[in-house]
């Protein structure tokens, strides 16, 4: 029996702003369908629809046309809150994912309660605790120690680390990365991208992470998707992708929308 898809996206298209001067297309007809453990990296230029397509998928605003499931389950019209339960969500900004006036534990039990309904009586357990010193000493990066320090005096790598743990907590059906490194300084997004693809394989975790980064985009994942004007162009299998150069992919962009990739911030991560 064929195992289902893990996300299918169908041709889904959003307007901001429609009938206006604002007016912006930022979905223009994606579809996409993930396997279950897929990890595929997003690349494209300034407003090609790399984070809407990722927004779309998390509910964050209703798509204009298409539909969207998520292990099967049709989720095209469920508001956010409701498909929170399927997800694991990291973003850019490290403030982002995370409450600043508890501390480190009390984070983590949130992330660990997701979705379960809530109760009067609200504690960690020592088993608990445990479990918490346990995935944080994977880290290495001496947060197991700290369990009560508050996470708004963590640094913002310690902070993006500890946002990756809270995400894949519960296995999530699908993990959604957006530029979750691109606010760190390189040596701190060198290590969080490691840790991302060891959480990533040791979970067997499904996986969509949207980057500006080129190389990262080939290293990472078994595929690599590129977007132009609110559509895929472009969808490297790994065997593929793992013989390619940066200047192969900046080739095969140019050949297949017709035109020079004119981003800056991805010309200057290569």
């Known amino acids: 029996m064929r195992e289902e898809p893990m996300l299918v996206l169908r041709d889904i298209r959003k307007t901001f702003h429609p009938g206006t001067v604002m007016q912006t297309v930022a979905l223009a007809g994606a579809s996409l369908t993930l396997n279950r453990g897929d990890f595929v990296t997003v690349i494209g230029g300034n407003g090609a629809g790399k984070s809407t397509m990722l927004n779309a998928v998390a509910g964050t605003f209703p798509v204009d046309s298409g539909s969207i499931s998520i292990a099967g389950r049709e989720v095209t019209h469920l508001p956010e809150h409701r498909r929170a339960v399927l997800l694991g969500r990291v973003f850019q900004d490290p403030m982002t994912g995370t409450a600043a006036t508890m501390n480190i534990e009390e984070n983590l039990a949130l992330a660990a309660r997701r979705g379960e309904k809530r109760h009067l009586r609200w504690g960690i357990t020592q088993k608990e605790r445990a479990l918490y010193r346990e995935k944080l000493a994977s880290l290495d990066l001496g947060l197991e120690t700290r369990l009560g320090s508050k996470v708004g005096l963590l640094s913002g790598g310690q902070r993006q680390a500890l946002t990756l743990l809270m995400a894949t907590l519960k296995r999530p059906e699908l993990l959604l990365l957006d530029e979750h490194t691109a606010a760190l300084d390189p040596k701190t997004a ?11 394989r040791e979970n067997e975790l499904t996986a969509l992470m949207v980057t500006h980064n080129m190389k990262d985009a080939l290293a990472l994942g078994n595929r690599t998707i590129m977007m132009h004007e609110g559509r895929i162009i472009l969808d490297l299998k ?19 929308s017709g035109r020079k990739l004119d981003n800056d911030r991805m010309l200057l991560a290569t």
């Open 238 to 256: 790994e065997e593929e992708k793992r013989s390619m150069t940066v200047g192969d992919l900046l080739e095969q962009f140019e050949k297949t």
């Open 190 to 200: 060198e290590k969080v991208l490691t840790l991302t693809d060891q959480l990533i």
